[in-house]
Antibody, heavy 118, light 111 residues
Framework: EIQLMESGGGLVQPGGSLRLSCEAS????????MSWFRQAPGKGLECVSL???????FYADSVKGRFTISRDNSKNTVYLQMNSLRDEDTAVYYCARDGYSNNWFVSWGQGTLVTVSS | QSALTQPASVSGSPGQSITISCTGT?????????VSWYQQHPGKAPKLIIY???NRPSGFSNRFSGSKSGNTASLTISGLQAEDEADYYCSSYTTTSTLVVFGGGTKLTVL
């Protein structure tokens, strides 16, 4: 069974930083496209970052220069380092796996809430 | 403002069929067969229900089907059941971004 477990969310002040983790079981993250999505309260889905199996990384314009996606193959974990956080970054963040290498995300974590507020 | 346009809400009675539309442009929905659909129940993670316009992941109900015509993709749910009540999101590859784009979501109410 494939499981993705996010952690690291919480309350942070504007301008602060957080690092989200996504620990995978049942798959090898380095062999998959892995992505971070977010969903602001009462709003829709947004893809914020993607890392290819080959290591290429991509970011939404809204987070470019502030967020960094990475992975630790030895821990089978994907990370999202979030710096210079803004109120509008408040959301539930989901980790997801693309099972088809075509941006079709077949496995999702349960999500972790990030609240940016003073 | 979402890149793809979906109706905010649809409703139907148990046993009926409903269709949710997802309108984009030739840069996304109309130009490529990379449309996918996600179902999301309140407080839960999204679940992939359709990929590649009209393919279902293994084990998913055949009451759900997808199609596309021009710049508009559609999700049809037949034989509506109470557990189908959820939010539905369409998504597509686009040439205007390195990441997939989404519709704003459609809330399905089963009357």
């Amino acid at each position: 069974e494939i499981q993705l477990m996010e952690s690291g969310g919480g309350l942070v002040q504007p301008g602060g930083s957080l690092r989200l983790s996504c620990e995978a079981s049942g798959i090898t993250v380095s062999n998959n496209y892995m992505s971070w999505f977010r969903q602001a309260p009462g709003k829709g889905l947004e893809c914020v970052s993607l890392i290819y199996s080959g290591g290429n990384t991509f970011y939404a314009d809204s987070v470019k220069g502030r967020f960094t996606i990475s992975r630790d193959n030895s821990k089978n974990t994907v990370y999202l380092q979030m710096n210079s956080l803004r109120d509008e970054d408040t959301a539930v963040y989901y980790c997801a796996r693309d099972g088809y290498s075509n941006n079709w995300f077949v496995s999702w974590g349960q999500g972790t809430l990030v609240t940016v507020s003073s | 403002q979402s890149a793809l346009t979906q109706p905010a809400s649809v409703s139907g009675s148990p046993g009926q069929s409903i269709t949710i539309s997802c309108t984009g442009t030739s840069s996304d929905v109309g130009g490529y067969n990379y449309v996918s659909w996600y179902q999301q129940h309140p407080g839960k993670a999204p679940k992939l229900i359709i990929y590649g316009v009209n393919n279902r992941p293994s084990g998913f109900s055949n009451r759900f089907s997808g199609s596309k015509s021009g710049n508009t993709a559609s999700l049809t749910i037949s034989g509506l059941q109470a557990e189908d009540e959820a939010d539905y999101y369409c998504s597509s590859y686009t040439t205007t971004s390195t990441l997939v784009v989404f519709g704003g979501g459609t809330k399905l109410t089963v009357l």
